[in-house]
């Protein structure tokens, strides 16, 4: 019974390095990929194919997609790898390095792994005795999230693509220099060249609870509006995004309700939250409440985007899993494995480890 099962993106090795000024070493950020493969996440996004003129530090990106493609690294279950692409520049670039890998991922793993399915991973202590803990998720769709194309069938890492686009006109200048509606159209292309080559591709939707440029109160319906053109585009899942942390938990439930209302289902949607103003837990908890079973986070609470000015990291993985887990909800995270690893990559970047949980987890 996988209905109380909370899906969790780890951005770290993107969102969380893609900010930061120093110019991090190819091996730190392929041994970060790598340490994060044994701690029990299953969904990594490992860099970004965008201009590396706007954001240098992601400029060897194709580095690790090759890495990753080529040693495919072993983990205790099959991962998946995000790679983000605001254009077609951006999945050309993508696919020059995955299509030339195709047949060296035919060939390199001539036996399948045996991976146990999700039923026997190992349970890593998320059952609560607490009298107050969460509730089961209703079966269906909405428990579990969207049935997702599963690699089973293949050896290689499954990989997919993330598009991103915003919900001020502001930010989306900032951010791809070009208006919402431009955005979109750099999109379908993507959209169209994904499809034929079974790719999944989630879309983000920036400064959905707050715009550095357009201040705190950003309309839900525009955000709605959104995520309703990119899912009848085809993306297979829609994050929303809280990049500057302004969004607090009256704001997230109304946010919530008005997606719903405009038809979009909970199981396409994941959430996204920066802890600039330290409410990204509570919201994620308001999430969780609202039915939303894929959280987006990034180990040590690294991260920021570099066109937020002030935005700070990402919710720290460690911290969400410690709160889901307090909440009688599984996401097969060992919690002391991932806290040794947001010490590991905090240490390695000179930066003070964000993750209340992971350090108090260290300290036991
Ligand atoms: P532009 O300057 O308008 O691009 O940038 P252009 O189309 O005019 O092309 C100019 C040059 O850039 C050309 O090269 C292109 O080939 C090249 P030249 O002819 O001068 O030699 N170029 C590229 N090179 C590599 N990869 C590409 C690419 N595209 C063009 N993909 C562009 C437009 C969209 C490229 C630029 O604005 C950009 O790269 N923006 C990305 C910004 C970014 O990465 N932001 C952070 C990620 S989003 C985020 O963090 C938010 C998120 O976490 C959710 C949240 O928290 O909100 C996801
Ligand atoms: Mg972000």
């Given at each position: 019974n996988r209905a109380d099962y909370v899906r969790i993106v780890e951005v770290g090795p993107r969102d969380g390095l893609q900010n930061e000024r120093q110019s991090i070493p190819m091996a730190t950020k392929i041994e970060l990929v790598e340490r994060l493969t044994q701690t029990g996440l299953k969904t990594i996004e490992a860099g970004s194919f965008v201009s590396p003129k706007w954001?240098?530090?992601?400029?060897?990106s194709s580095q690790i997609l090759e890495h990753i493609l080529q040693t495919n690294p072993r983990s205790p279950h099959p991962i998946t790898y995000q790679f983000l692409l605001p254009n077609v520049k951006g999945l050309d670039n993508f696919l020059s390095i995955w299509q030339s890998q195709a047949s060296t991922r035919l060939n390199a793993y001539p036996t399948p792994p045996q991976f146990p399915d999700n039923d026997q991973w190992?349970?890593?202590?998320?059952?609560?005795?607490?009298?107050?803990?969460?509730?089961?998720?209703?079966?269906?769709?909405?428990?579990?999230g969207k049935e997702r194309r599963s690699s089973?069938?293949?050896?290689a890492p499954e990989i997919e693509l993330s598009i991103f686009t915003a919900a001020t006109e502001t930010f989306t200048q900032k951010n791809t220099n070009c208006s919402i509606a431009e955005s979109l159209k750099r999109f379908e292309p993507i959209m169209t060249r994904a499809k034929e080559l079974d790719l999944n591709v989630r879309a983000y939707i920036s400064?959905?609870?707050?715009?550095?440029?357009?201040?705190?109160?950003?309309?839900p319906h525009k955000v709605a509006n959104l995520a309703v053109s990119l899912l009848e585009m085809?993306?297979?899942?829609?994050?929303?995004?809280d990049t500057t942390g302004m969004g607090t938990a009256p704001k997230t439930a109304e946010l919530l309700k008005t997606l719903g209302a405009a038809g979009v289902e909970k199981s396409d949607l994941a959430l996204h939250f920066h802890d600039t103003y330290g409410q990204a837990l509570v919201n994620s908890v308001v999430a969780l409440e609202h039915g939303i079973r894929t959280f987006d986070a990034a180990v040590g609470g690294l991260g920021g985007c570099p066109f937020s000015p002030g935005a700070t990291g990402n919710v720290a993985t460690e911290d969400l899993v410690h709160c889901f887990h307090s909440l009688g909800a599984k996401t097969g995270v060992n919690i002391e494995k991932l806290s040794e690893v947001g010490e590991w990559i905090s240490k390695e970047l000179g930066r003070?480890?964000?993750s209340r949980a992971g350090k108090a987890t260290l300290a036991q």
């Amino acid at each position: 019974n996988r209905a109380d099962y909370v899906r969790i993106v780890e951005v770290g090795p993107r969102d969380g390095l893609q900010n930061e000024r120093q110019s991090i070493p190819m091996a730190t950020k392929i041994e970060l990929v790598e340490r994060l493969t044994q701690t029990g996440l299953k969904t990594i996004e490992a860099g970004s194919f965008v201009s590396p003129k706007w954001v240098p530090q992601m400029a060897n990106s194709s580095q690790i997609l090759e890495h990753i493609l080529q040693t495919n690294p072993r983990s205790p279950h099959p991962i998946t790898y995000q790679f983000l692409l605001p254009n077609v520049k951006g999945l050309d670039n993508f696919l020059s390095i995955w299509q030339s890998q195709a047949s060296t991922r035919l060939n390199a793993y001539p036996t399948p792994p045996q991976f146990p399915d999700n039923d026997q991973w190992p349970a890593f202590n998320t059952s609560s005795q607490d009298p107050n803990a969460m509730p089961a998720a209703p079966s269906g769709a909405d428990a579990i999230g969207k049935e997702r194309r599963s690699s089973s069938s293949s050896t290689a890492p499954e990989i997919e693509l993330s598009i991103f686009t915003a919900a001020t006109e502001t930010f989306t200048q900032k951010n791809t220099n070009c208006s919402i509606a431009e955005s979109l159209k750099r999109f379908e292309p993507i959209m169209t060249r994904a499809k034929e080559l079974d790719l999944n591709v989630r879309a983000y939707i920036s400064v959905a609870l707050g715009c550095p440029y357009e201040g705190p109160n950003v309309d839900p319906h525009k955000v709605a509006n959104l995520a309703v053109s990119l899912l009848e585009m085809g993306a297979d899942e829609i994050s929303v995004a809280d990049t500057t942390g302004m969004g607090t938990a009256p704001k997230t439930a109304e946010l919530l309700k008005t997606l719903g209302a405009a038809g979009v289902e909970k199981s396409d949607l994941a959430l996204h939250f920066h802890d600039t103003y330290g409410q990204a837990l509570v919201n994620s908890v308001v999430a969780l409440e609202h039915g939303i079973r894929t959280f987006d986070a990034a180990v040590g609470g690294l991260g920021g985007c570099p066109f937020s000015p002030g935005a700070t990291g990402n919710v720290a993985t460690e911290d969400l899993v410690h709160c889901f887990h307090s909440l009688g909800a599984k996401t097969g995270v060992n919690i002391e494995k991932l806290s040794e690893v947001g010490e590991w990559i905090s240490k390695e970047l000179g930066r003070v480890n964000e993750s209340r949980a992971g350090k108090a987890t260290l300290a036991q």
